[in-house]
């Protein structure tokens, strides 16, 4: 690392320190609600999902920030036709604050786009990690949802990323590949905590007897299988309107409010809201979960 770029790096991470209540973090810092939206496999849905989920989230008055954790392939900025100068990379590396980088989305969402290529985030400096740590601090105490769009697959940034998050919502379409993808993903978070809450999401079926006894068939396998327990959280329907949306690079609950693709990703949302509000309760911080993942 060069002289200027550590020199920066240590300037910006003690501003922040500056500007948050303390580095021994508590429940008081996790104030949003925290989902991690993961796939086994990519193709399946999961930035749309995002992306839409977070509008609809807003649409319901919500304060959400959605985080492109991406880190190897970020579109989020590409599916929104959104320009964005600066991205986790330019604060990973100390260049910009996560104010500087976050860019308006519709519908009043906050957008923390997403760099192509950047390093594991066990491999960063002592000081770039508290950078990091200390931005997503900012951003738990001032949102009512952080949604994390992580990068297809099961590698090591996207398992930490679930692990830390209050709940993950899990993806998939009902191919036999994905399917497998998916449970293969559910294993290794069952693997490293038994009691982390998962969402499970069927994309692009044909309607809701369908995706029940999908849903019904991968619940009693992961369950017999994995000792583990999922949730119906709904699904969305194969929607011409979806391709439309996204070859338009729009989000479709805003292009086509009324698609059948638009109802039943709010009744998504209606799910994982009415869920939330029956599963309050103290539990440990985000923060302290990554600090503890990322080696902090």
Do not use: W
Not at 62 to 72: E, I, N, S, W
Not at 76 to 97: A, Q, R, W
Not at 119 to 140: G, H, K, W
């Amino acid at each position: 690392m060069h002289i200027d770029q550590a020199t920066r790096l240590r300037e910006m991470a003690l501003k922040a320190k500056k500007t948050t209540l303390s580095p021994v973090y508590s429940r008081a810092d996790s104030h949003a609600k925290i989902y991690a939206v993961a796939s086994g496999k990519g193709g399946v849905g999961k930035t749309n999902l995002s992306v839409n989920l977070a509008i609809a989230l807003a649409k319901k008055g919500k304060k959400v920030t959605l985080v492109d954790l991406d880190l190897g392939l970020a579109n989020v900025d590409i599916l929104l036709d959104l320009t964005s100068p600066y991205t986790l990379e330019h604060l990973i590396f100390g260049y910009k604050t996560v104010e500087e980088i976050i860019v308006e989305g519709p519908e009043g969402i906050k957008i923390v786009p997403g760099g192509s290529g950047l390093p594991n985030l066990t491999d960063l400096s002592e000081t770039q990690r508290q950078l990091f740590l200390e931005s997503f601090y900012m951003l738990a105490r001032s949102n009512d949802y952080l949604i994390f769009d992580t990068a297809a697959g099961i590698s090591n940034n996207v398992i930490k990323f679930v692990l830390a998050a209050d709940e993950v919502i899990v993806i998939t379409t009902e191919e036999p590949t994905s399917i497998t993808d998916a449970y293969a993903l559910m294993k290794v978070i069952s693997i490293h905590n038994k009691e982390c809450k998962i969402n499970f999401v069927l994309n692009m079926v044909k309607g809701r007897l369908e995706a029940r006894q999908t849903f019904n068939r991968i619940r009693t396998v992961v369950k017999q299988f994995l000792g583990i327990e999922i949730y119906d959280c709904g699904y969305i329907v194969s929607d011409s309107c979806v391709s439309d949306a996204i070859m338009r690079r729009k989000p479709f609950i805003t292009l086509y409010p009324f698609s059948s693709a638009s109802k039943s990703l709010k009744d998504v949302a209606k799910a994982l809201l009415e869920k939330g509000e029956k599963h309050q309760g103290v539990k440990r911080s985000f923060i302290q979960k990554m600090s503890q993942l990322f080696g902090h």
